[in-house]
């Protein structure tokens, strides 16, 4: 069974950095695609970053020059680095992970960003 696991969330002031870590065990192949999520009180879960196994990577406009994702050193692992935070950044965020068409998520970790 394939289980995702995050992990790096915490409190932090505005401007401040984080870096999230996500890593799969239980699956015999390398996720095509990773992406991070996040979802704030009361609104949707939107899209972060994205991923693919060849290092193809994509981000929402709100993230574009203050997020990084990277894949992490061991396979199906994926980190989110954080900088210039910003309250609005709040959020409980998801790693996810997609292989032969199904997607695969976490927990969630929570991040909260204080002005």
């Known amino acids: 069974q394939v289980q995702v696991v995050e992990s790096g969330g915490g409190l932090v002031q505005a401007g401040g950095s984080l870096r999230l870590s996500c890593a799969a065990s239980?699956?015999?192949?390398?996720?095509?695609?990773m992406a991070w999520y996040r979802q704030a009180p009361g609104k949707q879960r939107e899209l972060v970053a994205t991923?693919?196994?060849?290092?193809?990577?994509n981000y929402a406009d709100s993230v574009k020059g203050r997020f990084t994702i990277s894949r992490g050193g061991a396979e199906n692992t994926a980190d989110l680095q954080m900088n210039n935070l910003e309250p609005g950044d709040t959020a409980v965020y998801y790693c996810?992970?997609?292989?032969?068409?199904?997607?695969?998520w976490g927990q969630g970790t929570r991040v909260t960003v204080s002005s």
């Open positions: 991923i693919t196994r060849l290092g193809s990577t």
């Open positions: 239980g699956n015999r192949f390398m996720f095509n695609t």
């Open positions: 996810s992970g997609n292989l032969l068409g199904n997607d695969y």
